[in-house]
């Protein structure tokens, strides 16, 4: 098993350009979850989705960012129009059940730049 | 929803001696109380969780008490070594498809 697989590792991306992050869960896993981390700062929730359905975005800012988890493939995080505030590390996590209640396994994270 | 604080946000400790992190959260439902282990540049890693049916766990140097009544709960290590040097992050969560709540992260120092 893998592990949770994140791409890319590090992102550059000028101001007004979009960025797409990308989070292949661990095996077995349905349940994706999206963080944002600023430097020195804790993990904040953004968003969490199972296939193909969007459980939770209370934490995704409504305009700009979006997330989708296909029936195939990995989950995507889309940032359109960057701007330098969204330079962030961003960790994906997948939980093999509920997603409540069980271990949440991270990604290695992207690291954007917004230049 | 759920608010997770962390206290203290740095720690230094001398090599060979106890850290305790503590943690307090807001919504009486949440039942699982994980925690994380962060190195510098590297993901979030779980290294020990409890679930409200119990009060205490341990695993070797690492153990977490949980108190429900009081909405807290703590990571004790003893024997501290220079490897245990990162920022660890305290989290809790409940039934229903909630995440994750994290607290904003202790960043303990083993000094040798």
């Known amino acids: 098993n893998a592990g949770v697989m994140q791409n890319p590792r590090h992102l550059v991306r000028r101001r007004g350009q979009e960025a797409r992050l990308r989070c292949s869960p661990m095996?077995?896993?349905?349940?994706v979850y999206w963080y944002r981390q600023l430097p020195e700062e804790g993990l904040k929730f953004m968003v969490y989705?199972?296939?193909?359905?969007?459980?939770?975005e209370s934490g995704m800012p409504k305009e700009r960012f979006s997330a989708e988890f296909p029936k195939e493939g990995p989950s995507i995080l889309r940032i359109q129009q960057v701007v330098r505030g969204d330079s962030a590390a961003y960790f994906c996590?997948?939980?093999?059940?509920?997603?409540?209640?069980?271990?949440?396994?991270f990604g290695q994270g992207t690291r954007l730049t917004v230049v | 929803g759920e608010n997770v604080e962390q206290h203290p946000s740095t720690l230094s400790v001398q090599e060979g001696d106890s850290a305790v992190i503590k943690c307090t959260y807001s919504?009486?439902?949440?039942?699982?109380f994980p925690w994380y282990k962060q190195e510098l540049g590297k993901r979030p890693q779980l290294i020990i969780d409890?679930?409200?049916?119990?009060g205490e766990k341990k695993d070797q140097r690492i153990a977490v008490t949980l108190n429900k009544t009081a909405k807290h709960f703590s990571l004790h290590i003893t024997e501290t070594q220079p490897e245990d040097s990162a920022v660890y992050f305290c989290?809790?969560?409940?039934?229903?498809?909630?995440?994750?709540?994290f607290g904003k992260g202790t960043r303990l120092s083993v000094i040798a």
């Open positions: 996590a997948s939980s093999p059940t509920q997603g409540v209640g069980t271990e949440a396994f």
């Open positions: 095996k077995g896993h349905s349940h």
């Open positions: 989705l199972q296939k193909e359905n969007i459980i939770d």
């Open positions: 919504d009486s439902a949440s039942n699982y």
């Open positions: 409890i679930r409200s049916n119990v």
């Open positions: 989290a809790a969560s409940r039934i229903g498809n909630t995440p994750l709540v």
